[in-house]
């Protein structure tokens, strides 16, 4: 089951990162850090290329 987290107040960590699936945040969570990954925006590509939009979800099932 996937539990729904408010990710707004965590502390940044001051790591950036890069990659082309889209944007990532750097944050602190327990004293660790992690990232958060968000989807690239579909408003501009066509059907070939539209699974860049699931890769956030793509890994966590992987």
Not at 7 to 23: A, N, Q, R, T, W
Not at 43 to 53: E, F, G, I, P
Request: charged share 25%; net charge positive.
């Amino acid at each position: 089951m996937i539990k729904i987290e408010n990710f707004d107040l965590l502390k940044p960590s001051g790591i950036s990162y890069g990659g082309h699936g889209g944007s990532k945040k750097g944050v602190i969570i327990d004293n660790e850090r992690w990232f958060l990954k968000y989807p690239k925006s579909t408003k501009s590509m066509d059907v070939q290329n539209l699974s860049y939009s699931t890769t956030p979800l793509s890994e966590y099932l992987g």
